[in-house]
């Protein structure tokens, strides 16, 4: 992952950097380690899901995948909230390209992340995977 314009001593950007990179690599411990007990995900055009199922579904596709780089754009940091902005880069294992672009808000609690907002295309989501997502 390459991190630019992170902000300088915030370790909630940090942990939130660092949850992205867990997500890019299917690093389930990671994962769990970074999210509150009872955290929950936010999709743009699908609502609410568990994080279980957010993890599962970032493992599936780390396996599924040939390279999942993404690139840090910005990253802002006020009080318990985070916002990254950023570019993905993923090769399939059949080789098809995925390269969506990213806006998250990280809600943190007790220096854990309580809640994560993804706001992506999701028509390109819908064209890359046929629904499998």
């Given at each position: 992952?390459?991190p630019?314009?992170?902000c300088a001593?915030?370790p909630l950007?940090?942990?939130?950097i660092a949850?992205?990179?867990?997500?890019?690599?299917?690093?389930?411990?990671?994962m769990?380690s970074?999210f509150h007990?009872?955290?929950?995900w936010?999709v743009l055009?699908r609502?609410y899901?568990?994080v279980h199922?957010?993890?599962d579904?970032?493992?599936?596709?780390?396996?599924?995948s040939?390279?999942?780089?993404?690139?840090?754009l910005?990253?802002?940091s006020?009080g318990?909230?985070?916002?990254?902005?950023a570019?993905?880069?993923?090769?399939?294992?059949?080789?098809?390209?995925y390269?969506?672009t990213?806006h998250f808000?990280?809600l943190?609690?007790d220096?854990r992340i309580i809640?994560?907002?993804e706001y992506?295309d999701?028509?390109?989501?819908?064209?890359?995977f046929?629904?499998?997502?």
């Open positions: 992952m390459t630019q314009g992170a001593d915030s950007a940090d942990k939130a949850l992205l990179d867990a997500l890019r690599t299917g690093d389930r411990q990671a769990v970074l007990q009872d955290a929950r936010w055009g609502g899901k568990p199922e957010l993890i579904i970032t493992c599936e596709m780390a396996k599924s040939q390279s999942r780089p993404m690139t840090i910005g990253t802002t006020e318990s909230r985070v916002a990254i902005e570019q993905g880069h993923v090769v399939l294992a059949d080789g098809k390209h390269d969506n990213y808000l990280f943190f609690a220096d809640e994560g907002r992506l999701t028509e390109l989501v819908s064209k890359t046929e629904g499998r997502f």
